[in-house]
């Protein structure tokens, strides 16, 4: 048989920061954690931690020990994930080394964020760094994968990442972002810009994930994408598949279950290879090739992604609306049930919109900052991963010293603070508090605590100058996040059923989930960073508010209810 099968796993865990400790940008950030206890069940054993990035990360000690039994199956680990692999379960970290010289390691972003919703200044520095944290891992291929968090994808931005490597990349996407305008584009080897896109099966994907086949119809599932056509001329072609590295912990028995799905295949004849070893093939001549593959230039539709709301796509295609808040095809909003109720994702709306503004108050500083220090900006602020990642480069060999992180600034340790801060808003640009449909999760709590962060080093670092105004108007859009609704006149957004876009659809969206405070979620993360870090002059910006309500507990993810959580009712602190 000509098919040939592979399956890419995407690793990621946001983390449980609730608060970043001081620091004068020598070192890697020192963080408290959020301790809310819970457990996950895994065959016949249970993985307990402080929080849910501990239990998830200790899971992955099983995930090691079953993906060494296969080969050939992709696989990116996020940067900021990998190095809490390093902290806390450094031998897991080493097996995952070691694992992915049998596998094929795959480049994304650090501290996942949704690319094309970042200005193109944060978009290189990312994309840069990416290529920089993954060298010690992709070694001297060719031919390597690429995946953007929650695969939102422009052309933009692609052209950006090619621009800044000599290798050829392979974009893992969605096949519902794909413009297919011919039958025997699919399974093929398809350029894009100067690289190579393969779409995942979703339907068979998500069965997998959510458990809705058993291994015989996976099996079947998977045979039933055979192409005739190709088989009759000889062609190997390549169908695949996409999930999250957790999907192998949706039940007790899931991590078996896919290496049954994969067994079968083998028993099937399929042969299972990556989906960059699968080009590099066609491109070597190894494998034979359709008239004009590798050069077909495949369409794909901006701002398509892997995980969207796709019962409100109009055209069949996916798109980045689960992150906007709005059907990007007509603008308007729109809601979604969680427990039985109706939630106006119009929080997602302010919610993207004040992060460009405080993204962009953030760079501006620190570009500024380091202009007068006669800096080249991008090559400092790239460099500065080596003091961010700074165990996990060590581990490696690779110069983390200081020497090398200044020379783009002449050697001037006044920069250090300004990397560190703006590395802590690249780190509170996670996409995952816009991928739940309710505002008040742990996820959300933990990057507007670090954004407030950085912006109250900010307020510090141009104390008594006119530009500490505009970090702390920032702070304040923050703190009034609630009163952000008349000033940028939501109301009068459109919405599919008509009452999204309301007063009381907003409130009802941001009122709190947790007992302990009254405060919305980015009010209490304000606060909570707030009180602990603004003192003399700066104080005066916190006063009239109950500090008692800024407590770091939130509700809990409707993803993770699963879990055996210690508190059920909320994600508290302590």
């Not at 959020?34 to 249970?46: C, F, L, Q, T």
């Amino acid at each position: 048989m000509f098919m040939k099968y592979a399956h890419h796993f995407h690793a990621y865990q946001p983390g449980d920061i609730v608060y970043v400790k001081n620091g004068d940008g020598s070192g890697p950030i020192e963080y408290e954690e959020r301790k809310s206890p819970v457990a996950i069940r895994i065959g016949d054993e249970e993985v307990r931690g402080e929080n849910w990035t501990r239990a998830m990360l200790y899971s992955y000690e099983r995930i090691s020990d079953v993906l060494s039994r296969l080969k050939e199956v992709s696989v990116d680990i996020e940067p900021f994930t990998f190095l809490m692999l390093l902290k806390y379960r450094r031998n897991v970290f080493e097996d995952a080394v070691e694992l992915l010289k049998n596998l094929d390691a795959v480049p994304t972003v650090p501290f996942h964020p949704i690319m094309p919703h970042l200005d193109e200044f944060e978009q290189r520095i990312l994309a840069r760094v990416s290529f920089d944290f993954y060298s010690p891992l992709v070694g001297g291929k060719p031919v390597i994968g690429y995946w953007l968090p929650e695969a939102v994808i422009t052309r933009e931005t692609v052209q950006l990442i090619e621009s800044l490597t000599d290798r050829k990349l392979v974009f893992l996407l969605d096949e519902r972002g794909l413009l297919y305008d011919f039958p025997q584009a699919k399974y093929s080897c398809n350029r894009y810009s100067n690289s190579f896109v393969f779409g995942r099966e979703w339907g068979l994907s998500d069965a997998f994930a959510f458990n809705t086949l058993d291994v015989p119809g996976l099996v079947s599932e998977t045979l039933s994408r055979r192409d005739d056509y190709k088989e009759n001329l000889g062609v190997p072609y390549l169908v695949f598949t996409a999930s999250d590295l957790e999907s192998l912990l949706g039940n007790p028995a899931q991590l078996e279950r896919f290496v049954a799905w994969m067994t079968g295949l083998e028993e099937k004849g399929v042969e299972r290879i990556s989906a960059p070893s699968f080009v590099w093939k066609k491109l070597s001549g190894e494998f034979k090739r359709l008239e004009g593959e590798c050069s077909f230039e495949m369409p794909v539709k901006d701002y398509s992604s892997w995980s969207d709301y796709f019962d409100l796509s109009l055209d069949g295609k996916t798109s980045d609306s689960r992150w906007l808040g709005y059907r990007r095809a007509d603008g308007r909003v729109f809601a979604r049930e969680i427990s039985g109720r109706k939630i106006s994702q119009l929080w997602k709306v302010a919610f993207t919109r004040l992060f460009e503004e405080l993204n962009r108050a953030v760079r501006l500083g620190v570009i500024k900052g380091l202009k007068e220090l006669n800096a080249d900006p991008e090559e400092f602020l790239v460099r500065y991963a080596r003091v961010f990642f700074r165990d996990y480069y060590d581990y490696f060999g690779l110069s983390t010293s200081l020497n090398y992180v200044l020379e783009p600034v002449n050697g001037d340790r006044d920069a250090l603070p300004l990397g560190r801060t703006y590395y802590l808003m690249l780190l509170a640009n996670h996409s995952c508090p816009r991928f739940w449909e309710n505002i008040d999760t742990r996820v959300a709590f933990s990057n507007v605590s670090v954004m407030v962060k950085a912006l109250i080093e900010l307020m510090k670092y141009f104390d008594g100058r006119e530009i500490q105004g505009l970090f702390i108007g920032a702070y304040l859009k923050l703190l009034n996040f609630e009163n952000l609704y008349p000033l940028w006149n939501l109301s009068a957004m459109p919405s599919i059923e008509g009452w999204e876009t309301s007063e009381e659809a907003w409130l009802r969206a941001l009122k709190p989930d947790v007992p302990t405070s009254g405060y919305n979620v980015v009010t209490r993360a304000s606060l909570y960073v707030g009180k602990r870090d603004l003192s003399g002059e700066l104080r005066v910006i916190i006063e009239g508010y109950n500090l008692e309500w800024a407590v770091a507990d939130t509700g809990h993810i409707p993803g993770e209810r699963h879990g055996l959580w210690e508190n059920p009712d909320y994600c508290q602190h302590g």
